[in-house]
């Protein structure tokens, strides 16, 4: 059975289906006014990893993951009255205009992703393309009296109206103090100071601003992926994924809308993925501790040497990644794509199923990709499977790993380097035997024999082998 830890229900539970053999899932997505940094990618893998491991147990999976391109402001994360645009604020500082900005980040989010072997999403709606979906939503909410609209030309969502609010993190309204993420200050125009913008009237702003039934303005931040997940998932969604800081406020606040619209539970499981740290910091700009992933090539790393590095820890586990973690992860890849290729040279022979059963467990259980990567090692040193078994069920753990390990097969294979000293006293033999100075051919052959180096003599001269570093 295919677990996953619910945020929600606190536990492990059975991966289900709304729909028979579909699995739908909702990622939300990259706000596109920067490049994504190592740890945003470690969020994106987490969903990469449940599609893997559902298509393994043969489910139909579709993956809807947004493109926020306006109305996640600045400050977001401690006020949803005020802030700047994320993206009008990058285009600013970039001399660039919104759009550009927003076009040229989302390709190198595309890029980044099928650099981390991540297949992209069946469905990447853009926040700024789908603004109708999300007035029509806005005003259902109104019409069934979840959401209200204010005289600046806003429309909030009424808290109270949704009973279950504070499931998912735990932020139960009877608990939130006011103005606790506004320094203090309640906004007059809300009815009860936890109610939030689901869009904000603006009579400054001229950019990315859109004409409604209530004023000119700009979506809120939480709005986007309730209006998008519905249109094109449904209203039962299998599993909505996202790192843990989007628990609280942004997935508790669109769960609340989902479900008003709805009228009931519209996603079954919320997994979320852990922070990562880099070098025991928190990756930030403002303290400059950002790593990406096009940081590696030019290290001489393997863009997937990251994705080695994450699976070497479970997605629940907060992780501290380092430059010395990463080259260890590119020695290991290598040194697998290698042994993969090696192994392919032998004759053929079925897979291990047991290995294989037992990688596929370990996904299974809640993705713990570190025991699969120890049963993966378990059987590289194991002696009692031929490499022909080895070779073809690395290659099939791979469609989970998703590490590339068949790409060196086919090769050619590097011509062993001569050990020190070889090549001189190779030299000095042929000179020897075309002085006919046989005591001297003699004493070199034995000194290239000590350092393994293996000469016979041939019509054509002489001829050498190297033997292999054990
Ligand atoms: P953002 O572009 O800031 O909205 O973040 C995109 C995704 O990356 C979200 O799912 C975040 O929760 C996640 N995220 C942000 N910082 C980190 C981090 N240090 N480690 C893991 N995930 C992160
Ligand atoms: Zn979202």
Same mark, same amino acid.
């Given at each position: ?8 229900s606190?536990?492990p ?30 969020s994106?893998l ?6 893997r ?10 993956v ?43 390709d ?7 650099g981390?072997?991540?297949r ?26 979840h959401a ?7 429309v ?6 949704f009973?279950g609010?504070?499931?998912l ?21 809300k ?8 869009w ?7 950019e ?6 209530w ?20 209203e ?26 709805a ?54 586990q ?27 040279r ?7 199923? $047991?290995?294989? @059963?037992?990688? /596929? *467990? ?5 993705? &713990? %990709? =570190?025991a +699969?990567?120890?049963t ?7 002696e ?35 050990p ?6 190779l ?12 005591p001297?051919?003699? $004493?070199?052959? @034995?000194?290239? /024999? *000590?350092?393994g180096v293996?000469?016979? &003599? %041939? =019509?054509? +001269? ?9």
């Amino acid at each position: 059975m295919f677990r996953l830890y619910d945020t929600r229900s606190r536990q492990p539970e059975p991966v289900g289906q709304a729909h028979r053999g579909e699995l739908r899932m909702y990622d939300c997505g990259p706000t596109v006014y920067r490049y994504a940094h190592v740890g945003n990618l470690r969020s994106y893998l987490l969903s990469d990893l449940i599609r893997r491991a559902a298509e393994r147990r043969k489910l139909q999976v579709t993956v809807c993951q947004n493109i926020t391109d306006v109305g996640h402001l600045t400050d977001d994360s401690q006020s949803d009255a005020t802030g700047e645009d994320k993206m009008l604020a990058q285009a600013r500082t970039e001399d660039r205009t919104a759009l550009e900005i927003a076009r040229y980040y989302e390709d190198a989010f595309r890029a980044d992703l099928a650099g981390m072997n991540i297949r992209p999403a069946d469905y990447s709606p853009r926040a700024s393309e789908s603004i109708e979906l999300m007035i029509d939503m806005i005003a259902e909410l109104i019409d069934t009296g979840h959401a209200y609209a204010t005289a600046d030309g806003s429309v909030l969502f009424d808290a109270r109206s949704f009973a279950g609010y504070g499931e998912l993190s735990g932020n139960r309204l009877g608990d939130l103090q006011p103005g606790h993420r506004t320094g203090g200050s309640v906004d007059s125009s809300k009815r009860f100071h936890a109610d939030w913008a689901l869009w904000k009237g603006t009579s400054e702003r001229t950019e990315l601003t859109w004409q409604t039934p209530w004023g000119t303005g700009f979506p809120g931040w939480h709005t986007e992926c309730s209006a998008m997940s519905l249109h094109h998932l449904g209203e039962h969604i299998d599993i909505h994924t996202g790192g843990i800081d989007l628990r609280f406020p942004h997935h508790e606040n669109e769960r609340a809308q989902s479900n008003s619209v709805a009228g009931h539970e519209v996603v079954r499981q919320w997994v979320h993925g852990e922070h990562l740290l880099f070098e025991g910091r928190k990756m930030s700009k403002s303290t400059g501790n950002v790593v990406l992933l096009s940081d590696l090539p030019g290290r001489g790393l393997d863009p997937l040497a990251l994705r080695l590095a994450f699976l070497e820890h479970r997605y629940r586990q907060q992780m501290n990644l380092s430059w010395d973690t990463l080259e260890a992860a590119d020695k290991t890849l290598r040194r697998w794509r290698e042994r993969v290729a090696d192994w392919a040279r032998s004759p053929s022979a079925a897979m291990s199923s $047991r290995y294989a @059963d037992a990688v /596929a *467990a370990a996904f299974d259980d809640d993705l &713990d %990709t =570190p025991a +699969g990567l120890r049963t993966l090692r378990a059987l590289e040193r194991d002696e009692a499977v031929s490499p022909g078994a080895k070779f073809e069920t690395f290659a099939h753990l791979d469609r989970l790993f998703g590490l590339d390990l068949a790409r060196d097969i086919g090769k050619p294979v590097a011509a062993p380097e001569l050990p020190d000293g070889a090549a001189d006293r190779l030299e000095a033999r042929a000179k020897a035997r075309a002085a006919s100075d046989w005591p001297a051919a003699d $004493r070199l052959r @034995d000194e290239l /024999a *000590a350092i393994g180096v293996t000469v016979t &003599d %041939t =019509p054509q +001269g002489q001829a050498w082998t190297i033997r292999a570093a054990r």
